[in-house]
């Protein structure tokens, strides 16, 4: 049973930066699509970079382009969402989320097909 747990997230000022945390534990980490995902309050979940484990390309929301980054380590089975030039529209529910899939179908892949998913950790940006 694959169990994932965010940390990382709280509260920064406009222009800040923050780096989220989620330790990957109960599987394998090899051969999975992983994901940030985010939401506020009475919007939808938005997809905010997605990733293969090992793998070299991910690919980024529009809004969060040039600004996040995810990044994985293996060793320790972890992902991360490096966060910068934060700005009030940021602010929402960061979860983390895995699917077993195919390296291809990652960018592809909507939040309703991952399978497995954190508690959220809540980021709030402050002007």
């Known amino acids: 049973q694959v169990r994932l747990v965010e940390s990382g997230g709280g509260w920064v000022q406009t222009g800040g930066s923050l780096r989220l945390s989620c330790a990957f534990t109960g599987g394998t980490f090899s051969g999975h699509c992983l994901g940030w995902f985010r939401q506020a309050p009475e919007k939808e979940r938005e997809k905010v970079a997605v990733?293969?484990?090992?793998?070299?390309?991910?690919a980024y929301g529009e809004s969060v382009k040039g600004r996040f980054t995810i990044s994985q380590d293996i060793a320790k089975a972890t992902l991360y969402l490096d966060m910068n030039n934060l700005t009030t529209e940021d602010t929402a529910m960061y979860y983390c989320?895995?699917?077993?899939?195919?390296?291809?179908?990652?960018?592809?892949?909507?939040?309703?097909?991952?399978?497995?998913w954190g508690q959220g950790t809540q980021v709030t940006v402050s002007s």
């Open positions: 989320a895995a699917v077993r899939a195919r390296a291809w179908m990652c960018q592809s892949l909507e939040s309703t097909e991952f399978s497995d």
């Open positions: 990733t293969y484990t090992g793998g070299s390309s991910s």
